[in-house]
């Protein structure tokens, strides 16, 4: 795939993370029960690869916070951008890269984007002193999500696949990033 080629395809799922809460939000801002921006991160990861994974999990909440005000800048910005590049890194190294199973793969950057979460809302407590507890936090983001990581459980494999047999473009991504 063609560097210009892989910067569309980072652009589109960006431009999806950016819009397909906007729908979420019509409804009575249900995307923290759908986590709808996570999805095309996660794609874009498991497409993609690292760098491309990363890209789309750091710029996908930035421009949506300036773009549309979601998330809040404070104190939600930080975390969802961390969180977010790290499902993509995460994502795109165990499926690209370790060749891991792609569930699997999905399950790790969800584990791993959820701990480094939980990190940031730690350092933030810590030195910016807000007011929201590490593990209480992680525990009401899961739980409230719950319906969104079925979502993702369910829906990114099977849109991953199609997209893999429909273009043979993403299976030619080449394995450094």
């Known amino acids: 795939m063609s560097y210009t080629r892989k910067l569309i395809n980072v652009a589109m799922f960006i431009a999806l993370g950016v819009t397909l809460p906007l ?3 019509f409804f009575g801002g249900v995307g923290s029960v759908f986590l709808p921006m996570h999805i095309p991160v996660l794609m874009a990861g498991l497409l993609l690869g690292v760098k491309s994974g990363l890209a789309a999990g750091i710029l996908t909440p930035i421009i949506s916070c300036f773009a549309i005000g979601m ?3 404070m104190p939600f910005l930080p975390i969802i951008t961390v969180e977010l590049g790290v499902y993509g890194v995460v994502s795109g190294y165990l499926y690209r890269q370790c060749k891991l199973p792609l ?5 790790g950057a969800m584990l791993a984007g ?3 979460a939980m990190l940031v809302v730690a350092g933030m407590v810590m030195v ?3 007011k929201l507890k590490p593990l209480t936090y992680i525990i009401g983001a899961v739980s409230t999500g719950l319906p969104g990581i079925v979502i993702q459980l369910l829906f990114v494999p099977l ?3 199609k997209l893999e047999a429909i273009s043979g473009t993403f299976k030619q991504v080449k394995l450094h990033g």
């Open 114 to 116: 959820r701990l480094v």
């Open 71 to 73: 998330p809040p800048v």
């Open 23 to 25: 729908a979420f939000h």
């Open 159 to 161: 849109f991953v696949r």
């Open 128 to 130: 910016l002193a807000i």
């Open 103 to 107: 569930i699997w793969s999905l399950i």
